[in-house]
């Protein structure tokens, strides 16, 4: 009976670590969860994308609000460019910090990543980037209000839309807008695969963010006037989505003849088009350097005996020989010079000047010896 009692009040005791010991396995289970590489792959796009867009949006943000007292165009470029930098610090070594949808639906296409990696790359770029829609409006909401007196708007002389998303310029065409994404994006798809391609001329290790976003400025101050240069559907949808909630409602969609599309559709194909030029042009010519290469290595060269014969042939043809009473003081066969390794020359071991100079060492010796024993 003692035995029973006693078991009764420890198994009480018991409950409390038990249930510690099954949280502490669902809080493994969780961070096993998180560890596993497709978790990571998107939390990595997730945050890098958000980073990069706060910084970008950010920079428009003040340039527009502080009614050019805080930022000029350069500083936009400036912003959207380093942003880059600074994600593809954050993500770059975790799933390659695309941050731009376009670009990992060529990669898909190339087969450089499985398509099942694209619907989880594409939606942890748009969570990223509408976050940070939402950031920068949080962060400059009084900022907006005493800039537009509470009207929201799209167009006009205090819009405020062009924050968050992109819109064309107003002498721009649709379609015009659209050829134009295309060129920019497939710019930016070529520049990319060049400064990777360690067969050609890559960036040095460690600088390849910084020459990226280098890359994302010049765009900007050279080519982005016209629409500018969303390039990237996950930098422009999100952030547009968010400006019909928050408070610029549908016209974000109807403005520029409906342009919101653009971003979207153009710049996949610019950067699938880019990539296949790239490819076709540059990637061909590394192929045949490489063939011209293997032939090279290929081509059977004469065997070391033969390399090593030719020379002592050569020089044979060239020697005096000298009487029989010298023979045996100063030998001067052929053999005799095998000890002593000729001189490399390109082309031939052994050239014709250092033949004619060895030729009147050994004449002026057998001269001397001559006069010796006369």
């Known amino acids: ?48 994308t958000y980073v990069m867009m706060v910084f970008g949006l950010g920079s428009v943000a003040q340039q527009v609000l502080g009614e050019n007292n805080y930022g000029t165009y350069l500083s936009i470029n400036l912003g959207f460019g380093f942003g880059v930098v600074m994600g593809v610090h954050v993500a770059g070594g975790i799933s390659g910090a695309h941050m ?107 600088t390849h963010p910084l020459v990226i976003g280098v890359l994302v400025i010049t765009i900007g101050l050279s080519l982005g006037m016209n629409t500018g240069y ?49 490819l076709l042009l540059i990637g061909s010519s590394h192929r045949h350097q490489n063939d011209r290469n293997a032939e090279v290595a290929t081509t059977p060269k004469p065997p070391r005996v033969l390399q090593s014969l030719q020379p002592q042939q050569s020089l044979k043809q060239k020697v005096i020989v000298p009487s029989s009473h010298h023979s045996s003081m100063f030998p001067l066969s052929s053999h005799s010079n095998m000890d002593d390794p000729p001189s490399p020359r390109v082309g031939h071991p052994l050239a014709a000047p250092s033949l004619i100079v060895l030729h009147k060492n050994i004449s002026q010796k057998v001269q001397e010896e001559d006069e010796t024993f006369m």
């Open 230 to 278: 969303a390039i990237n559907p996950s930098r422009d949808l999100p952030p547009r989505i968010f400006t019909s909630i928050a408070g610029w409602g549908n016209e974000v969609f109807t403005a520029a003849e409906s342009w919101w599309w653009v971003p979207v559709v153009a710049p996949p194909l610019g950067s699938l088009m880019g990539a296949i030029v790239y």
């Open 100 to 206: 731009n949808s376009a670009l990992t639906f060529t990669s898909c296409v190339l087969g450089q990543m499985p398509w099942k990696k694209f619907p989880v790359y594409t939606v942890a770029q748009c969570f990223g980037s509408f976050l940070a829609a939402a950031t920068i409006y949080g962060l400059f909401y009084q900022a907006l209000l005493r800039y537009t007196d509470g009207n929201l708007t799209v167009t006009g002389p205090r819009a405020t839309a062009g924050i968050f998303a992109t819109y064309p310029a107003s002498y721009m065409t649709l379609w015009r807008g659209f050829v134009d994404e295309i060129f920019l994006t497939g710019i930016l798809q070529v520049c990319l695969l060049a400064i990777n391609d360690k067969k050609n001329c890559p960036a040095l290790q460690g």
């Open 1 to 48: 009976m003692d035995s029973n009692t006693q078991q009764r009040r420890i198994q009480p005791r018991h409950q409390p670590l038990r249930r510690l010991q099954t949280s502490s396995d669902m809080m493994q289970r969780m961070q096993d969860a998180l560890r596993g590489d497709m978790m990571r792959e998107f939390l990595a796009e997730f945050i890098s």
